[in-house]
């Protein structure tokens, strides 16, 4: 059965409301004495204290890694896609799929994933909140793998805390830079790629492995190597345009691996 975006943005709502429901049967949630900034930094001061605390908390502090930020990760990679989905969605009517689908791409990939976490002073949060000692904060807060996770736990800590709709509205708002950007179409999916591996002490490999047509009318194709693996394949009217699409492929593939 195909739902469609509406339907799914109330479903999500309709969770949040039940698991948020759950949450404040134990923990209470502190009410605002005054106007909440209308971002994910005015939602995360409002956050229970051990919610904060664990999405702040790297799996090598703790025993088990439940505890960690991860599960919050997770919740938070899946609350910031649909999110911006739904946003673009929204905002871009004339926009077929397969644009919708690069700019979003683009939108909550691990670099812009990053870069907001600098916009919102992420680190500052963790050498103030987390649960570790001064030299575990520091590394984590020097970290830009780990301040990327960070901002998608403390996404799905929101959404804990205060559902679907505010905390969609909230990470709009702080993204909606890496959407501008995106939605002019200079996204460079090679340097996109090439920043997120070096994360990782890790560099991409281009091949070319086609080349037919005409002579006024060429059509390349080529391949992307990560660690002596194929990653993405990409076609197009020149060499650059078809790297640009198989790290476009990679990237795609790269994202659901960035959780392992």
Known sequence: ??????????????????????????VSVPSPSAPVEPGLVGLVTLLPP????????????????????????????????????????????????????????????????????????????IMEKSPASVQKRKEAAGSSSVLGNVLEALIGACFMAHGFDRTAAAVVLGFDEQIRFAVTGHVDYKTTLQELLALKGLHPLYHLVAEDGPPHARHFTSEVSIAGEVRGRGAGTTIKMSEQHAAREALAFLKPQDKE
């Open 1 to 26: 059965m195909m739902w469609g975006l509406p339907k799914l943005k109330r479903a999500a709502s309709a969770l949040s409301s039940g698991v948020r429901h759950a949450w404040t049967e134990t």
């Open 50 to 125: 051990s919610l904060l605390g664990q999405a702040l908390t790297h799996s090598s502090w703790v025993s088990q890694r439940t505890v960690s930020y991860e599960r919050l990760e997770f919740l938070g990679d899946s609350v910031l896609g649909l999110a911006i989905a739904s946003a673009l969605y929204e905002r871009y009517p004339d926009k077929e799929e397969g644009e919708l689908a690069r700019i979003k791409a683009f939108v909550v990939s691990r670099t812009s994933c990053v870069q907001v976490a600098g916009r919102l002073e992420v680190s500052g949060l």
